[in-house]
């Protein structure tokens, strides 16, 4: 797990606290975006091997964030999970048609963060 890196796009400062500290603790390298925009722009500078990502972002909001790692040859086989309020099965289903690697909705367990988090990387 150490040397592997993570970023956070969430832009609920509560949410990216909750997200980022356990990761943070068990030894990944986190870092965070806000916004839509930011995420792309750092995923294509920090190449992480995973982003968490949320669907309700300023700017861009999640899937859109995720078509364009996913069509970008540079950022296309970065492992993306998607965390989010969003439960309806329509939002699974574009979550993971726009791309995403997995699927998870809040509220969450930390076991399960660190259970997706281990089975994406």
């Not at 364009?68 to 574009?94: E, N, V, Y």
């Amino acid at each position: 797990m150490k040397n592997k890196s993570i970023l956070v796009v969430e832009d609920s400062p509560t949410h990216r606290a909750l997200i980022a500290g356990p990761l943070t603790r068990l030894g990944y390298r986190v870092s965070t975006a806000e916004n839509g925009e930011d995420a792309i722009v750092k995923a294509a500078r920090e190449m992480p091997d995973l982003i968490v990502l949320d669907v309700i972002l300023p700017k861009k909001n999640g899937y859109q964030v995720c078509r364009h790692l996913k069509m970008s040859p540079a950022t296309k086989d970065i492992k993306i999970l998607m965390l989010t309020s969003k439960d309806q099965s329509s939002d699974r289903f574009w979550g993971l048609r726009q791309g995403a690697d997995d699927y998870m909705t809040k509220p969450f367990k930390e076991a399960e963060l660190v259970a997706a988090v281990d089975r994406l990387l």
